[in-house]
């Protein structure tokens, strides 16, 4: 029985740290879908951009991974603010799904220029070797606690931002009514651009994280996605607190699942909790009811 | 506020106002009449940057602003408030308030606070999500956010609508002790009567042209145009 409960709290603290590695993805999956209206599957790209930015930094000139995950923001949220100028913006006032499709074709786009200039081989980050931290009967990866950390700061400094500062009204305002905010004088061209910057720059620290914990290739963000946008949507589309709970929930859902299904269906939970959260809870756990 | 010849509308083929003209001098309240599909609304968006016109000119102030974007007219000192999803419902009162001041961000907080007093009924919910307020309460706070901006001009689409005659009758008088303290407005108003009864004058639109103009006494007492327009 000890055995069973222990195996439990183990599946459950390993789906607490796969949650932290995709809260931040899903923070900026949502940040960009309450802004821009759409559904950005274009992360999966940016996070790969990121994850192979850092990737070069840190084989590359040794840089260590506390200057290498600005770095990978910085890269993919340059990249994101273009992608926004180039594809998002000339299509204005199109359907939502139009946009999501366009975001599906930039990530493809994405992906494939890194496998053409980088390969479809794993490459790892050159990191010390940590073990593992033992408490009882549990097991913690040194890196997973790293990135949760991150995620929760990541959480609390954009959450401070959009609550109590001028340009987090804005925010909120151009997510809310992008007309009415900007007859009020608020610039939600601009605001649009720096919402790409920061979402895409999320993904793109994420991958950073998640290289450092794994190894990358160019389809890093790909295999990601589908929990990413589940975590959103479980969380409430547009909500960020939503999406770091989303990501738990997706984590611990996905890993506690291997008790009775086959590890290879774990990546199916998430599917199902789409289907689930869609059907009964639209506006996920923490989303606001619009009017 | 000078508007000339304005043809404007929503699709290709779509011309709603087909060369409308009007004028709204200083602490001037005017008032738009005419039955649906007139343009009353198309000609504030227009006046607001929200629709580029295809034709005619917008001037502000000795400025020309035709199809200038909403934040430069913003600028040039006139909120519109629109007769719909004219608050950010996520945001609080006072958020709301905050943001409508966004261009004036080193005096926001302090006429915050007199909007509050001036508003008993936002000081009350300050805290709560605008969409949690009554028509009532959210029309006050959207001319409310819309006076936080510090206008010249005030442009107002329908703020009556879905209003009980009690609420409508405070609110009216809250927009004659606006224009008194020297603020513009220009209004479009399905109430006419009563919008007739506190404006200087007034402009009848049918189908996209201008049909009447004058003082707003003389239209409201024209037999005619109370037969026509004003339901008797």
Redesign the interface.
């Known amino acids: 029985m000890l055995d069973v409960l222990t195996q439990v709290a183990q599946l459950a603290l390993n789906g607490i740290m796969t949650g932290a590695v995709l809260a931040m993805p899903a923070i900026g999956f949502t940040l960009l879908y309450a802004v821009l209206g759409f559904p950005n599957f274009a992360v999966s790209g940016h996070l790969a951009v990121g994850a192979f930015a850092g990737w070069i930094l840190n084989t590359h000139y040794g840089w260590p991974l506390w200057a290498v995950v600005p770095f990978g923001f910085i890269a993919a949220g340059v990249l994101g603010v273009a992608t926004q100028r180039v594809v998002v913006e000339p299509l204005r006032g199109a359907a939502s799904i139009t946009l999501a499709i366009a975001s599906v074709a930039v990530a493809l786009l994405i992906e494939n220029a890194l496998r053409f200039g980088f390969g479809n081989t794993l490459r790892s980050y050159d990191l010390p070797l940590a073990r593992d931290v033992t408490i009882g009967a549990l097991r913690f990866g040194p890196q997973q606690m790293q990135t949760a950390a991150v995620a929760i700061v990541v959480m609390l400094l954009l959450f401070a931002l959009l609550r109590y500062t001028r340009l987090g009204r804005a925010i909120r305002a151009t997510a809310d009514n992008a007309s009415l905010a900007a007859v009020k004088g608020i610039d939600t061209v601009a605001i649009a651009r720096l919402v790409a910057f920061v979402g895409m720059g999320l993904a793109g620290a994420s991958g950073v994280l998640l290289g450092a914990d794994t190894a990358i290739d160019p389809l890093i963000g790909f295999r990601l996605v589908l929990a990413v946008f589940a975590a959103a949507v479980v969380g409430g589309l547009g909500s960020i607190p939503g999406a770091v709970l989303g990501a738990l929930v997706i984590g611990i859902a996905e890993e506690v699942s291997t008790i009775v299904l086959p590890s290879d269906y774990k990546s199916a939970v998430g599917f199902l909790l789409i289907l689930l959260f869609l059907t009964f809870r639209p506006r996920g756990l923490l989303g606001e009811r619009r009017n | 506020m000078e508007v000339r010849d304005v043809v404007a509308g929503y699709g290709a083929s779509d011309e709603i106002l087909k060369g409308v003209s009007l004028a709204v001098g200083e602490r001037e309240l005017v008032c738009i009449i005419g039955p649906n599909g007139a343009g009353k609304s198309t000609l504030l968006k227009v006046v607001?940057?929200?629709l580029r016109p295809r034709r005619g000119t917008v001037a502000f102030a000795g400025n020309v602003l035709t199809g200038a974007?909403?934040?430069q007219i913003?600028?040039a000192g006139v909120?519109?408030v629109?007769q719909e999803?004219?608050?950010?419902?996520?945001?609080t009162v006072r958020?709301n308030l905050?943001?409508?001041s966004?261009?004036h961000?080193a005096s926001?907080e302090q006429r915050c606070r007199s909007m509050m007093e001036r508003f008993p009924v936002l000081r009350e919910r300050k805290d709560r999500a605008a969409?949690t307020l009554s028509g009532g309460q959210r029309q006050t706070l959207a001319v409310a956010?819309a006076l936080m901006?510090e206008p010249r001009m005030l442009v107002l689409d329908e703020p009556s609508a879905g209003l009980s005659p009690k609420v409508t009758e405070e609110l009216f008088a809250t927009l004659a002790g606006i224009r008194a303290q020297g603020v513009s407005i220009l209004m479009v108003e399905q109430n006419a009567l009563a919008a007739l009864a506190v404006a200087d004058r007034a402009y009848i639109f049918v189908l996209g042209r201008n049909e009447r103009e004058g003082a707003a006494a003389a239209i409201a007492a024209d037999p005619e145009i109370r037969r026509v327009f004003l339901g008797g």
């Open positions: 607001a940057g929200l974007p909403p934040r913003a600028r909120a519109y629109a999803q004219n608050v950010f419902p996520s945001l958020e905050l943001v409508g966004y261009l961000p926001a969409r956010a901006a």
